[in-house]
Nanobody
Framework: QVQLVESGGGLVQAGGSLRLSCAASGIIVSIKAMGWYRQAPGKQRELVAGITSGGRPNYADSVKGRFTISRDGAKNTVYLQMNNLKPDDTAVYYC?????????WGQGTQVTVSS
């Protein structure tokens, strides 16, 4: 059974930083493609950052140069380091993976950036 548990969200001023964590069970994050998505009120869920099974990261244009995705095999955890946060980054952030064509999501963690 795959479980993803996000943590690390909170309230931060513009220009600040947060690090989100996604603790996984039922999969091995070091060999799985993983992604971070976000959903703001009234908007569709969008991909923010992903990491391939081989470790190659990719980012949405809106976060390039500010966000970094990484993973720790020993902790079986995926991280999203978010720097220079902007009010437009306010959203619920979700961790995601796909196994046997089924999408697994965590419960989400709220990030609020004040101006």
């Amino acid at each position: 059974q795959v479980q993803l548990v996000e943590s690390g969200g909170g309230l931060v001023q513009a220009g600040g930083s947060l690090r989100l964590s996604c603790a996984a069970s039922g999969i091995i994050v070091s060999i799985k493609a993983m992604g971070w998505y976000r959903q703001a009120p009234g908007k569709q869920r969008e991909l923010v950052a992903g990491i391939t099974s081989g470790g190659r990261p990719n980012y949405a244009d809106s976060v390039k140069g500010r966000f970094t995705i990484s993973r720790d095999g020993a902790k079986n955890t995926v991280y999203l380091q978010m720097n220079n946060l902007k009010p437009d980054d306010t959203a619920v952030y979700y961790c995601n993976t796909v196994l046997r064509e089924y999408n697994y999501w965590g419960q989400g963690t709220q990030v609020t950036v004040s101006s």
